[in-house]
């Protein structure tokens, strides 16, 4: 096959060099089914961080030098673009899953202190000419989400997922049905997309280092569970696709300067629907699709998917090595089929999660992380490369790693109040998926 690929430069992941270097502040635009700022092609790399607000915060658990610091370092290796949390930090629940402090404890009632952390992360960013794309919702209760919405709507307790996986999707499935729950999560991207930096006295709407405003992380209509009907899946499926299209238009209500995306996974987010996949980013709001990869996840690094112990038991403990060409071409295949099914739109496509495991599963800092690096290798050849023969000119736009755990050194295997953050959100091993400032990727 034929492929047209940009110069690229490998630092701790890689680094892009677009038409002109410096600190820039325009806002990021598409034009031609490519990312534009002042004038040039914009094609980025990134990270995850999604504690960031938590992080620029003055409360218990905010560090702002540390945040300055990891900015710092991220720039300095070419990391531009930073993912994070500004909704579905909902509920104060005492789940060990639940991140904390929440951002929202209760309906239309704000943490002051979590929404100054994240006025300072933003303003932060606009010192460095990076960018940040901000997601609103959740669909995974690790940090609230549709499942608190529901919960305060009155649609009782939401399940635990990792108890019974069936009762868990068929209750979230009916968030984007539920009026209340919707019209609560609306309030919320009302609020946020209509603030006022109280750090800066600019408006977010008015803010270049915002790239986009995303809906929710990895948003599903949580339709494949057992005994559901085939009228029923396609009754949520259209509630799920008019609630993408509303919030898309609701947040360019408010601020036309920035982008609208979905947070979607791509075809394994939509129910395995190519249609599903193509509907919700066909909303003339959606400025860009994007897709996730996560391969250790999905069962490509071997059949358990669960923590580390099960992990190496059943898939060997050179699963992460062993399985890495597998991996690769799995992803391959993912990428090249959202690809695909996406072409018909036009529109730029980011990769903006993809992680692989430490080697031998290992989680503490300093561990080796060699597969890592050749999986992450992998993904830096996919941004900006077009597949010319098949896709006509088709490519990845830009992809963000999750994630950044920086200079943080977890206290112990599961995340404990007040710990320092990692990318590793509380349900999760921490160091699982990680990058800490120790990793050598180069």
Known sequence: MKKTCLPLLFVAVVVFVACKTGVTNGFVGVRDGAFYRNGCPYEFNGTNMWYAAILGSRGQGGDRERLCRELDTLYARGITNIRALAG?????????????????????????????????????????????VLYLNNSWDWSGGFGTYLEWSGAGDAPDGSKDWDAFQKYHSNFTRNGRAVELAANHTRFMVSRTNSVTGRRYADSPSIMAWEICNEPRPFTQYSGITEDEKLRVWDSFAQ??????????????????????????????????????????????????????????????????????????????????????RRSEWYIYMNLRIL????????????????????????????????????????????????????K???????????????????????????????????????????????
């Open 88 to 132: 579905g930090s909902d509920g104060v629940q005492n789940r060990p899953s639940h991140t904390w402090p929440a951002l929202q404890p209760e309906p239309g009632v704000y943490n002051d202190t979590v929404l100054e952390g994240l006025d300072f992360f933003v303003a932060e960013l606009e010192k460095r000419g990076m960018t940040c």
């Open 396 to 442: 990845l736009a830009g992809a963000n790693f999750w994630g950044w755990g920086g200079e943080a050194v977890p206290t112990a295997d599961r995340w404990r109040r007040w710990a320092p953050y990692t990318a590793d959100p509380a349900q999760e091993e921490q160091g699982l998926y990680s990058v800490f400032v120790t990793d050598r990727m180069n």
């Open 243 to 328: 609630w993408i299209g509303a919030q898309a238009k609701l947040i360019k209500s408010i601020d036309g300067n920035h982008l609208v995306t979905t947070g979607s996974e791509g075809f394994y987010g939509c129910a395995k629907d190519s249609g599903l996949l193509v509907r919700i980013h066909s909303f003339p709001e959606i400025d860009y699709c994007c897709i996730h990869c996560w391969p250790n996840n999905w069962g490509w690094c071997g059949p358990a998917i669960a923590e580390t112990s099960i992990c190496r038991e059943r898939n060997g403990v050179s699963a992460p090595q062993d399985m890495l060409e597998n991996a690769i």
């Open 343 to 394: 072409s018909v739109l036009g529109k730029p496509v980011v990769l903006e999660e993809y992680g692989y495991p430490r080697d031998n599963y290992e989680i503490r800092p300093g561990s080796p992380v060699t597969a890592r690096k050749r999986y992450y290798d992998y993904i830096a050849s996919r941004i900006g490369c077009a597949d010319t023969t098949r896709l006509k000119g088709a």
